[in-house]
């Protein structure tokens, strides 16, 4: 486990350096703090995506895992979406991703190799959230008629970068070094952006210090780390899959929500508390939730 709380602890501590810089005044506003946002959004989060699926075996797309998570996702979206039909679109689209998006870089490669045993579990649920779930939380959170929202949504930096990526898998192309390093090297730059911002978010206001956004806070926070897993592990052993490849479902289901999903609500100024306040306490809980699905398969 010694990988997976190396992962949560990078993670805090780059909150917590967008904290102190708030404190101390060096972020001074939400203007500056969303600057953070907009970058990763726009420029390092795209390089990040191109280089993780150009890279990416796209042989793995379809495996029995992957079904049962995007099932799972699916089921606990739906859920939220039920629950919350009479808010307004963008918040209920932030609270639905917010309940099955998973955090499947720096949580989940850790998790993938050191409780799973390997990281080719990960990559392809990655692919998955960006190609086909990212289009529709971002058509939810854009404005205007619904054409011009989802054509925006397709066109969005995020998803053309992930498209171009799997272009390059799967057609088994190589990007030359000098291209394709640069773009790396931005990439890099993706995850400390956002979590700084997040750090800086909670020198205003505090999680759960909006009354009004609890309910939707912890429904998300609940589907995401107790219904998403339930929801794969019915599905997996309806599959018939074998009790590794159960675990494996059910393990990655528990992840916490990607910090991805409070960026795009951040860049686009909608349902930010839901999306923070989830992604705030799924990251903390999620580490005890996997610890006893850990023990109940007798891992």
Same mark, same amino acid.
């Given at each position: 486990?010694?990988?997976?709380?190396?992962?949560?602890?990078?993670?805090?501590?780059?909150?917590?350096?967008?904290?102190?810089?708030?404190?101390?005044?060096?972020?001074?506003?939400?203007?500056?703090? $969303?600057?953070?946002?907009?970058?990763?959004?726009?420029?390092?989060?795209?390089?990040?995506?191109?280089?993780?699926?150009?890279?990416?075996?796209?042989? #793995?797309?379809?495996?029995?895992?992957?079904?049962?998570?995007?099932?799972?996702?699916?089921?606990?979206?739906?859920?939220?979406?039920?629950?919350?039909? @009479?808010?307004?679109?963008?918040?209920?689209?932030?609270?639905?991703?917010?309940?099955?998006?998973?955090?499947?870089?720096?949580? =989940?490669?850790?998790?993938?190799? !050191?409780?799973?045993?390997?990281?080719?579990?990960?990559?392809?649920?990655?692919?998955?959230?960006?190609?086909?779930?990212?289009?529709?939380?971002? =058509?939810?959170? =854009?404005?205007?008629?619904? =054409?011009?929202?989802?054509?925006?949504? $397709?066109?969005?930096?995020?998803?053309?970068?992930?498209?171009?990526?799997?272009?390059?898998? $799967?057609?088994?192309?190589?990007?030359?070094?000098?291209?394709?390093?640069?773009?790396?090297?931005?990439?890099?730059?993706?995850?400390?952006?956002?979590?700084?911002?997040?750090?800086?978010?909670?020198?205003?206001?505090?999680? $759960?210090?909006?009354?009004?956004?609890?309910?939707?806070?912890?429904?998300?926070?609940?589907?995401?780390?107790?219904?998403?897993?339930?929801?794969?592990?019915?599905?997996?052993?309806?599959?018939?899959?074998?009790?590794?490849?159960? !675990?494996?479902?059910?393990?990655?289901?528990?992840?916490? #929500?990607?910090?991805?999903? !409070?960026? !795009?609500?951040?860049?686009?100024?909608?349902?930010?508390?839901?999306?923070?306040?989830?992604?705030?306490?799924?990251?903390?809980?999620?580490?005890?939730?996997?610890?006893?699905?850990?023990?109940?398969?007798? @891992?």
């Amino acid at each position: 486990m010694l990988g997976v709380l190396t992962g949560f602890a990078i993670i805090l501590a780059v909150i917590f350096t967008g904290w102190i810089l708030a404190v101390k005044g060096i972020i001074r506003s939400d203007r500056e703090r $969303l600057m953070f946002n907009k970058v990763a959004f726009y420029a390092a989060t795209p390089a990040l995506l191109f280089s993780s699926v150009a890279t990416a075996d796209p042989g #793995t797309i379809l495996s029995p895992v992957t079904i049962t998570l995007v099932i799972a996702t699916v089921a606990v979206a739906a859920v939220y979406c039920g629950i919350f039909r @009479r808010d307004e679109v963008p918040v209920m689209a932030t609270g639905a991703a917010a309940s099955g998006f998973f955090n499947s870089v720096n949580i =989940g490669f850790p998790v993938s190799i !050191y409780v799973v045993g390997e990281a080719t579990w990960v990559v392809p649920m990655m692919l998955i959230q960006m190609i086909v779930f990212t289009p529709f939380i971002l =058509g939810a959170l =854009g404005s205007g008629s619904w =054409g011009a929202v989802f054509k925006n949504a $397709l066109l969005s930096p995020v998803v053309v970068a992930s498209f171009l990526g799997l272009t390059v898998a $799967l057609m088994g192309w190589t990007v030359p070094a000098p291209i394709m390093e640069p773009i790396s090297l931005l990439g890099g730059a993706s995850i400390p952006m956002i979590l700084m911002s997040f750090g800086a978010s909670l020198k205003t206001s505090a999680v $759960l210090s909006d009354r009004s956004a609890r309910p939707q806070v912890f429904a998300a926070t609940a589907l995401k780390l107790v219904g998403m897993p339930l929801a794969a592990f019915a599905c997996a052993t309806l599959m018939g899959l074998d009790e590794d490849l159960v !675990y494996t479902a059910v393990i990655l289901a528990a992840l916490p #929500t990607a910090q991805n999903v !409070y960026n !795009y609500a951040a860049t686009f100024d909608k349902g930010q508390t839901v999306a923070r306040d989830t992604v705030f306490i799924t990251t903390f809980a999620s580490l005890p939730v996997m610890l006893i699905i850990a023990l109940a398969f007798g @891992r």
